[in-house]
């Protein structure tokens, strides 16, 4: 009877959740159409010949993975309108969780770049290539193919951060979910829905990744 009671209502609220989780999907779309780039730019700074260059990568680097995504989120959302700068939820979503997928992945890409064979480099001097059509035609075609499976890793773990987006009131599945708990009382049902939903995405994403890994193979 208890479980029953667990799920009875779940058919009527499944179509609200439906909704936030279509919107933690595009959150996570946009969060990583602005992170990966940015992970990728500090990747190629932190292996940068130019000091300047790469301490000025590293301040970035740290800060994004020293202070936590909710801080973050408030800081843009929040605080930019001391600065004048005001942006809707979504937008400040994207920046602040963006700004620390970047921050996190971008030493996954620098593993990669390293990983690289020293051989690789040397040929493309022999070639006579400049450093930046090095890096541009043989180094990062290269690092972007090992590191995939663990940057998809890192994309699913933001996924499920996205959740974190409900404090500034982006509607995302645990805003909905919160949203119906606090009308019928019903927390331990709808947040267990919710719960399952997440897991719904990140398992099956989770055993892709793997199945990548596995069958990517070593390079040659």
């Known amino acids: 009877m208890i479980g ?30 602005l992170g990966l780039p940015l992970g990728l730019g500090l990747a190629v700074a932190l292996s940068s010949r130019i000091r300047a260059v790469r301490n000025a990568a590293i301040v970035v680097v740290e800060a994004g ?16 309108p001391d600065l004048d700068l005001r942006l809707g939820a979504f937008v400040s979503a994207t920046i602040a969780i963006g700004f620390s997928f ?23 001097q022999a070639l006579g290539l400049t450093h930046r059509q090095e ?21 699913v ?27 019928t009382f019903r927390f331990l049902s709808v947040l267990l829905l919710a719960a ?6 990140s398992i099956p994403a989770s055993l892709a990744i793997d199945h990548l890994d596995r069958r990517r193979g070593p390079l040659t």
């Open 4 to 33: 029953l009671t667990l799920v009875e209502r779940w058919p009527e609220w499944l179509p609200q959740l439906l909704d936030g989780l279509w919107t933690s999907v595009q959150l996570t779309a946009a969060f990583l159409a």
């Open 102 to 124: 970047g921050a996190y992945t971008s030493e996954v890409f620098k593993a990669g770049i390293a990983a690289v064979a020293r051989g690789q480099r040397e040929a493309a």
């Open 65 to 80: 993975r020293a202070v936590p995504v909710l801080v973050l989120l408030y800081l843009v959302y929040f605080g930019l």
């Open 157 to 183: 773990i933001f996924f499920q951060a996205t959740s974190l987006a409900f404090a500034i009131a982006v509607p995302e599945l645990l805003s909905r979910s919160y949203t119906i708990g606090a009308s």
């Open 196 to 201: 399952l939903l997440y897991a719904a995405v």
């Open 135 to 155: 890096l541009r035609l043989v180094v990062l075609p290269q690092a972007i193919r090992i590191v995939i499976p663990p940057i998809l890793g890192w994309a």
